[in-house]
Nanobody, 125 residues
Framework: QVQLVETGGGLVQAGGSLRLSCTAS????????MGWFRQVPGKERDFVAA?????????YYTESVTGRFTISRDNAKNAVYLQMNSLKPEDTAVYYC?????????????????WGQGTQVTVSS
C-alpha cells in the first residue's frame, strides 16, 4: 500500500517561512519523481515544484515560487521537502505531495501516480 504523508503546514505571517515534509512508503522512492502541488477552494490543483531522481535530482518550479521555494529529497529517508520562504498571502492553499514513476513526468496533476492527503498552509497579511 502506497502512502504519502505530508507534515509541516500551518499559519504564518507574510514574509515568514515554512518547511513542508512528505514521507513515502510502499514505493521504491529513489525511482520516483517527487513533486508538490497546491490547491485553493474552487480552483484546479496547480504544480509548484518537482525534483527528479536522475542527474543528481534536477529541480523545477512554477514561476511564481522561483527564488522563494526550494524542493529537495532525501532518498535514505524516503522524504521530499519544500522549504518556503518569503511567503505571500497568495501562497495560501492546501499543499499536496505527489509521486510520479515515469521519467516523462508532466506538470499536469492527472499525470501523477500517487498523492498525499494534503496539508494546509495559510499566510496572513
Amino acid at each position: 500500500q502506497v502512502q504519502l504523508v505530508e507534515t509541516g503546514g500551518g499559519l504564518v505571517q507574510a514574509g515568514g517561512s515554512l518547511r513542508l515534509s512528505c514521507t513515502a512508503s510502499g514505493i521504491t522512492f529513489s525511482t520516483y519523481v517527487m513533486g508538490w502541488f497546491r490547491q485553493v477552494p474552487g480552483k484546479e490543483r496547480d504544480f509548484v515544484a518537482a525534483v527528479t531522481w536522475w542527474t543528481r535530482g534536477s529541480t523545477y518550479y512554477t514561476e511564481s515560487v522561483t527564488g522563494r521555494f526550494t524542493i529537495s529529497r532525501d532518498n535514505a529517508k524516503n522524504a521530499v521537502y519544500l522549504q518556503m520562504n518569503s511567503l505571500k498571502p497568495e501562497d495560501t492553499a492546501v499543499y499536496y505531495c505527489a509521486a510520479e514513476y515515469s521519467s516523462r513526468w508532466d506538470r499536469l496533476p492527472d499525470k501523477w501516480d500517487y498523492w498525499g492527503q494534503g496539508t494546509q498552509v495559510t499566510v496572513s497579511s
